[in-house]
């Protein structure tokens, strides 16, 4: 009896999942896009390490500049720091920066992550956060990126966040993130197109840890945990002189940078 493409997705993901070192799969890059600064270090960094090790190049694309509003408040004094006494900066902030301060500062965050993780290629695309505001476009401009890629590097694996899955926990599940979502919605429209696509669960770091699931469950070595611990560290760097203002653990620090740094798993689901 032939197998369903599910099961045979399924029976397959272990070895599907694991880079093979060999010199084909060194000529086909792993491609990882992450629609904000820090999701790639919260979800895929020890599996940028696992490809790394395998001998394949890794390509790394920004998605968004990553506005963030509710930042520049913090950063400005209009709104509480959520660290409190925690804060590298001492918890009370007045710089009078701007959105471009805040969107330069997240990307030094990014590209210094990428560093720590031996990334190939960084591409940063200077791209609003649109998804709120006109998701159908969104969703097209993330296709329209995934299809510039494969046709520059056919037969790349495609790794993106598990946007259908991208829900706070205790949240309404009916309400995930729309730029992650839109980024999962673009690529299972290509599914038929590209075989190679794998999807990383960026919020299930706020569920407990006994509900942390998925088709499969990356296990890190101690190198790889201890590289993705010092790609998330440096989300937590504060030299305002410099423009790092500890962004990334700002916005997500204790939410999911910090079980993510305690928890040596990633959580990778297969097309549906």
């Known amino acids: 009896m032939e197998l369903s493409r599910r099961k045979a997705l399924a029976l397959g993901a272990a070895a599907a999942l694991l880079p093979t070192g060999t010199a084909h799969a060194a000529a086909a890059p792993a491609i990882f896009y992450s629609p904000h600064q820090d999701d790639e270090s919260l979800a895929m960094a020890g599996s940028i390490r696992e490809h790394k090790e395998a001998g394949r190049q890794v390509i790394l694309v920004l998605l968004t500049r990553g506005e963030n509003g509710g930042l520049l408040d913090i950063m400005n004094g209009a709104a509480d720091c959520p660290l409190g006494t925690d804060c590298p ?8 920066l701007v959105q ?15 560093r720590r993780l031996g990334v190939d290629r960084v591409v940063v695309r200077d791209r609003p956060d649109s998804a709120w505001t006109d998701y159908a476009g969104f969703v097209r401009e993330v296709r329209d990126t995934i299809l510039e890629f494969e046709a520059r590097y056919p037969g790349a694996s495609h790794k993106l966040v598990n946007g259908y899955r991208d829900v706070i926990y205790g949240w309404n599940p009916d309400e995930p993130n ?24 960026v919020y ?16 890190l070595s101690d190198r790889q945990f201890a590289r993705k611990r010092q790609a998330l560290a440096e989300y937590g ?7 790092r203002y500890a962004l990334g653990y700002h916005s997500v620090g204790k ?13 990778i689901d297969l097309p549906r």
Request: glycine residues 8%.
């Open 89 to 96: 900066g001492g918890g009370t902030h007045s710089f009078g």
């Open 100 to 114: 471009d301060d805040i969107v330069r500062g997240r990307t030094a965050e990014f590209e210094a992550a990428a």
């Open 178 to 201: 729309l730029t992650h979502k839109a980024c999962r919605e673009a690529a299972a429209s290509l599914e038929s197109q590209i075989a190679n696509f794998r999807y990383y669960w």
């Open 204 to 219: 299930g770091y706020t569920y407990p840890l006994e509900q942390r699931t998925a088709d499969y469950v990356l296990a």
């Open 237 to 243: 760097r504060w030299d305002p002189k410099r423009g």
């Open 255 to 267: 939410l999911m940078i910090d079980p993510a740094a305690a928890d040596p798993h990633e959580y």
